[in-house]
């Protein structure tokens, strides 16, 4: 769940694309977001601290994940602004709040397995589907 939820960090970027992004690893073990046309967009790994830090294709910060003393992720931008935070609810989806607790996205597996992105009234923005190499892929509705 913690690999799925680094892969959800990229939502903000798939969201102003609205195209095609796939997750993969690269041989340093790193997660690697590439548009339909194989671009890359971002680049995923741990530093020294813990700490998940997503960087452009240039290496500059785009934001990092930790997790809070409550288990919840802390998404936060180059400057170490509060983005969003990410948290389970009672049955078992995702939650992602921005800043001031107001619901952004829900994100919750169906029965094949797949993971639905959903706003915060409910309504299916996209899927997150693997595909034959176990790469996860969100397709936009």
């Given at each position: 769940m913690k690999q799925f939820l680094m892969t959800i960090a990229l939502s903000l970027i798939t969201a102003l694309c609205y195209s095609q992004v796939t997750y993969s690893k690269d041989y340093a073990g790193n997660t690697?977001?590439?548009?339909?046309?194989g671009n890359i967009i971002?680049?995923?790994s741990t530093d020294y601290s813990g700490k998940f830090v997503w960087k452009d294709k240039?290496?500059?910060?785009i934001n990092t994940e930790s997790t809070d003393y409550l288990?919840?992720?802390?998404k936060k931008d180059q400057y170490?602004?509060?983005e969003s935070i990410?948290?389970?609810?009672?049955?078992?989806?995702t939650v992602e709040?921005?800043?001031y607790g107001n619901i952004l996205y829900i994100y919750s597996k169906d029965f094949a397995g797949n993971i639905l992105k959903k706003d915060k009234y409910g309504n299916?923005?996209?899927?997150?589907?693997?595909?034959y190499s176990g790469n996860w892929v969100f397709y936009p509705r």
């Open positions: 690697v977001a590439k548009d339909q046309y971002a680049i995923g240039y290496g500059n910060i288990g919840n992720t802390v170490g602004n509060t990410q948290s389970n609810d009672f049955l078992g989806n709040k921005d800043k299916l923005i996209g899927t997150y589907k693997k595909d």
